[in-house]
C-alpha cells in the first residue's frame, strides 16, 4: 500500500498550487483522507479532510477559505487545491488514509502515510 504525494514546488505568496495523492496497492474509497503539513522546526499538523464519498470537509483555521481538498475515488486520487498562498504556508505537506470513513483532525487517526512533498511560498 502506497500514497504519492505530488504537486508541490516554489511560488510567490498570493499564488496558488494543486496537490495530488494517488493510493495504490488498495483502494481507500470507504476511508476518510486529509492533508497535514510540516514546517522546519514545528510539529505536524493537521491541514484538511474530507469524508468517504466526499460530502463533508473540515479544515484548519488557517487555510480555511484559500485551500480546497477534494477526492476522487475512481481514479484513487485525493487533491488538495491551494491559492493564496502566504509564506507561513511553507512545509512539507503530507497525504493520509485514514481509519474510518469520517474525517479527524488527530494524526494517530490516520493509517497510511504518504512521502510528503514540499511546498515554498516566497515572500
Known amino acids: 500500500v502506497q500514497l504519492q504525494a505530488s504537486g508541490g514546488g516554489l511560488v510567490q505568496a498570493g499564488g496558488s498550487l494543486k496537490l495530488s495523492c494517488t493510493a495504490s496497492?488498495?483502494?481507500?474509497?470507504?476511508?476518510?483522507l486529509g492533508w497535514f503539513r510540516q514546517a522546519p522546526g514545528k510539529e505536524r499538523e493537521f491541514v484538511a479532510t474530507i469524508s468517504r464519498r466526499g460530502a463533508n470537509t473540515y479544515y484548519a483555521d488557517s487555510v480555511k477559505g484559500r485551500f480546497t481538498i477534494s477526492r476522487d475515488n475512481a481514479k484513487n486520487t485525493l487533491y488538495l487545491q491551494m491559492s493564496g498562498l502566504k509564506p507561513e504556508d511553507t512545509a512539507v505537506y503530507y497525504c493520509a488514509a485514514g481509519r474510518r470513513s469520517y474525517g479527524s483532525t488527530a494524526a494517530r487517526e490516520y493509517a497510511y502515510w504518504g512521502q510528503g512533498t514540499q511546498v515554498t511560498v516566497s515572500s
Open positions: 496497492g488498495r483502494s481507500f474509497s470507504n476511508n476518510a
